[in-house]
């Protein structure tokens, strides 16, 4: 096995002395996308609109729900897989770039979840806007050689074309939904209408041809709904679709409580994790709670909750009051452009602290990979660009913790690399922060938000492996940095063994 960033920061992926083979998967001609393009964003507004007049998914989502009901989907949404009571499956999110990120990915995945049942992809299977004729490029290409079913929730991204191409693809190639009457003229749904973005006329014509990638017998998954329980072995895996804005509708909440009952070990996989960056998000439940009530309600009897959204990995172990530990994780490095960890302020939350905190990539390595791209960006490479030792030094100081990876005898925290961290959005620790409430620090932070790809290793993406049996299971985080070294053996990046009983 490779050594991981924890070990070294070769293990990291700098100074990589190979390139992996991912490039030979790629077509020969990708969309790069860009978040910082207008017409990009333009083309994803439907979030804001629903942000400001009024969010249509729970009624999208029931019409869904209901014409799978009517063509004979179960009624429980229960997917029921004959499984031993030891297997392992793998789970994967925020995947559909179509790009560098997304194939560095692939080698790895494949490799580690050669005996695997089945994947499970966590939110944004598709970007931009979840548009059917996308599928080709960014799910049905990169994943054509794994030789399992894949099932999927759908993320933000893939409502924005309320869910047309999620449905077709994973849901028995499910019928358009008929148009709905036209709201009242001048109310907030006739506002939302005249600007809610839609899919292209004759979207999807390719993906009859797509198919064909995926179509041996052993890779066909047909789950009832976006939503969605799976019985295997010894555990329920659930699947809730968190839509546009990370709620549940009240059906869907009465169903994952329903769903959620009786005493066979449970993990959630969600499009909105339910702790990320350092703050618990609970995730409501219209008409009132959350799926965190749900999770932690001891009669439910829920192991883990794994969630989307965030692209990059961070795992927090909270003991609860009745003596269980549920852990919760963010696993959305699957593909997307990458979220920075260095901007987590030193964790205190649930009385998870640092010393139970795991995030991936490491905070020192996120802070150096975004001074170089914003040091290209801007154009000023002498000025933000940290090395990896400086970038572990500043951050071990800011938040006052012990590095995970020894930063180096060389690395000196000078004025530079100390204001570079700040530009950047580097965390602190909740006491010295404090301190830093003027508006001008909440402007750099913003500026300089990671928002944009790379398309140069090491790309810090990864995924998850879970291995069931009758008494626990194994959760790995395997990374995937763009470097041969790693497609051929993926580090361990983070481990727990969790108790079933």
């Keep these: 096995m490779s050594d991981s960033s924890r070990d070294t920061a070769e293990g990291a992926g700098w100074n990589s002395t190979e390139r992996g083979a991912y490039q030979q998967l790629m077509p020969q001609r990708i969309e790069k996308i860009s978040w910082l393009n207008p017409k990009t964003l333009w083309a994803a507004r439907n979030g804001v609109l629903a942000s400001w007049f009024g969010d249509p998914t729970g009624r999208i989502r029931g019409r869904w729900v209901a014409q799978r009901a009517a063509t004979g989907a179960p009624a429980d949404k229960v997917i ?76 933000n991204h893939d409502w924005y ?52 990638l995926r179509s041996a017998p ?27 804005l ?7 909440g009465a169903w994952l409580r329903e769903v959620s009952r009786g005493p066979l070990p449970k993990i959630l996989v969600t499009g909105s994790p339910l702790y990320v960056d350092g703050r618990h998000e609970p995730c ?52 997307a452009f990458m979220h920075a960890t260095h901007t987590i302020p030193r964790v205190s939350v649930a009385d998870v602290t640092e010393q139970d905190f795991r995030c991936y990539p490491l905070r020192g390595d996120s802070l150096a990979f975004y001074s170089r791209l914003y040091g290209r960006r801007l154009r000023m490479r002498r000025f933000f660009t940290l ?52 508006p001008v620090r ?11 790809a790379t398309y140069s290793p090491p790309f810090f993406k990864c995924f998850l492996r879970l291995d069931v049996s009758p008494d626990s299971v194994r959760l790995r985080c395997y990374a995937a940095t763009g470097d041969r070294a790693q497609e051929l053996s993926p580090p361990v990046e983070d481990e727990v063994t969790i108790p079933l009983r």
């Design 161 to 212: 074309e309320d869910l047309g191409g999620f449905m077709r693809v994973f849901c028995d190639d499910a019928p358009p939904l008929p148009p709905e009457p036209r709201p009242r003229p001048l109310s907030r749904a006739w506002l939302r209408s005249l600007l809610w973005h839609r899919p292209r006329p004759g979207d999807g014509q390719h993906l009859a041809e797509a198919r064909k």
């Design 284 to 335: 409501a439940i219209e008409g009132g709670g959350t799926v965190d009530d749900v999770v932690r309600d001891p009669a439910h009897h829920y192991v883990a909750a794994i969630g989307g959204d965030i692209h990059n990995y961070q795992r927090y172990p909270v003991r609860l009051d009745d003596g269980r530990t549920l852990q919760y994780v963010v696993a959305g490095g699957g593909g």
């Design 218 to 244: 052993v890779q066909q998954a047909v789950q009832p709904g976006p939503y969605w329980a799976i019985d295997a072995g010894p555990v329920r895996i659930i699947g809730i679709d968190t839509g546009l």
């Design 442 to 452: 909440k402007v750099y932070t913003s500026l300089f938000s990671p928002s944009s």
């Design 80 to 155: 029921r897989r004959e499984e031993p009571d030891r297997f392992s499956f793998l789970v994967i999110g925020d995947t559909g770039e179509g790009d560098d990120p997304q194939y560095a990915v692939v080698p790895g995945f494949l490799k580690t979840g050669q005996d695997t049942s089945f994947a499970v992809l966590a939110s944004d299977v598709i970007y931009p806007v979840g548009s059917a004729d996308d599928y080709d490029t960014k799910f049905f290409r990169p994943y054509q050689d794994y030789q399992a079913p894949i099932y999927a929730i759908p993320g």
């Design 246 to 252: 990370g709620t549940l509708d009240a059906e869907q």
């Design 387 to 438: 090395t990896e030792a400086e970038a572990t030094a500043v951050i071990a100081e800011r938040l006052g913790i012990r590095p995970a990876r020894a930063p180096g005898a060389s690395a000196r925290v000078t004025r530079r690399v100390r204001l570079v961290a700040g530009l950047l959005g580097t965390g602190r620790r909740p006491d010295k922060a404090k301190r830093f409430r003027l």
